[in-house]
């Protein structure tokens, strides 16, 4: 049901900025790109989403091809405490509003 | 941002009790509500929709007389894992939805002995 793929792992080293790359090449017009990340046995937390225009926060920058089949998450300056599982999601519509399948997602280890 | 919470954080019960989850949005309305479950080392999986006063929507492969789901107001929704056994050792995550972001409780581990 996932409509994303990510890479399984990254490492990043501690400072430098983390790219994080995601395709979701089915994607539909009015479906939005979701990025979250989860630290080992906690609850997903939310990152950042956009549907055509690249979008920043003060967690992370996000950088979507004009064609939409792909992403970036950018996290600027990467720290330890960054070190998760990161999961890129299409929201699919749906009757009582969009629904979320998570992928495989991308764990990231950030590296003193 | 938003808050959900749920209950308990972890449990620990025998082979064919029965165990309730909850899961509570605690500043804002949530007409519906999701929960996933999430083995070791996997991705979370949507088991289900929560609809505030109507019949939860299951994902296909879910028993929904396995994993019953009440939404009975705006700010709470349960699931209960009827007759557990070991295999449904899991944790068990829910989430709701304002304004279009999903915000997620901390999880409830449950383990099944």
């Known amino acids: 049901d996932a409509k994303t793929t990510q890479p399984p792992s990254m490492d990043c080293a501690e400072g430098r900025a983390a790219n994080l790359p995601c395709n979701h090449s089915?994607?539909?017009?009015?479906?939005?790109v979701y990025w979250y990340r989860q630290i080992h046995s906690q609850g997903p937390q939310y990152i950042i989403h956009g549907l055509k225009n690249n979008e920043t926060n003060e967690m992370a920058s996000l950088i979507i091809t004009e064609d939409r089949k792909s992403s970036t998450l950018i996290l600027p300056h990467a720290t330890l405490r960054d070190t998760a599982v990161y999961y890129c999601?299409?929201?699919?519509?749906?009757?009582?509003?969009?629904?979320?399948?998570f992928g495989t997602g991308t764990s990231l280890t950030v590296i003193p | 941002g938003a808050v959900v919470s749920q209950h308990p954080s972890w449990v620990i019960c025998k082979s064919g009790t029965s165990v309730k989850i909850e899961c509570r949005s605690l500043d804002f309305q949530a007409t519906t509500m999701f929960w996933y479950r999430q083995f070791p080392k996997q991705s979370l999986m949507l088991m289900a929709t929560?609809?505030?006063?109507?019949?939860?929507?299951?994902e296909q492969g879910v028993e929904k007389d396995k994993f019953l789901i009440n939404h009975a107001s705006l700010t709470l929704s349960t699931l209960t894992v009827t007759s557990a056994h070991p295999e449904d050792s899991s944790f068990y995550i829910c989430?709701?939805?304002?304004?279009?972001?999903?915000?997620f409780g901390e999880g409830s581990r449950l383990t099944v002995l």
């Open positions: 999601i299409v929201s699919v519509p749906h009757d009582t509003g969009n629904q979320f399948y």
């Open positions: 989430s709701a939805r304002m304004t279009g972001e999903l915000f």
């Open positions: 089915t994607i539909s017009g009015n479906e939005y």
């Open positions: 929560s609809n505030e006063g109507s019949k939860a929507t299951y």
